[in-house]
């Protein structure tokens, strides 16, 4: 199954060319000419592509929403998050049941107080 992207001009700032051959479309555009790339209003941005720029900008009132691996170099973030949560023995959250049951993340806070507070304790008595 193909991937389907949207794309309205009107949303995004930018001169874009369309051109149906052989059953395949295919967008063209200047990016030279433009300034920066909104996506999700001019005024109001949730994605910005600043003009010269190697980079995306996600704004602040914007939520990155991921439907599959992120690679970082070439490493799984996830997988790298997870390698980092067994080194540091930090226990698994079930955020479900948190939402389900309140007092799961009650508790989740008062153990990693309580757990501050003995590894301050150790490193300062250990000193």
């Known amino acids: 199954m193909a991937n389907t992207y949207s794309i309205n001009q009107n949303n ?73 949560e067994t080194l540091l023995h930090i226990p698994t959250r079930d955020v479900t049941l948190e939402e389900k049951y309140p007092k799961l993340k009650k508790l989740w806070e008062e153990y990693n107080k309580e757990l501050a507070k003995y590894r301050t304790w150790d490193k300062l008595k250990d000193s």
């Open 12 to 84: 995004i700032n930018l001169p874009l060319t369309t051109k149906i051959s052989n059953g395949t479309i295919n967008y063209s555009s200047n990016w030279s000419t433009v300034g920066n790339t909104n996506f999700g209003g001019v005024n109001n941005p949730v994605l910005t592509i600043p003009n010269g720029e190697n980079k995306v900008v996600l704004e602040n009132s914007a939520t990155l929403e991921v439907k599959g691996n992120v690679k970082i170099n070439g490493q799984d973030l996830e997988e790298r998050l997870e390698r980092i």
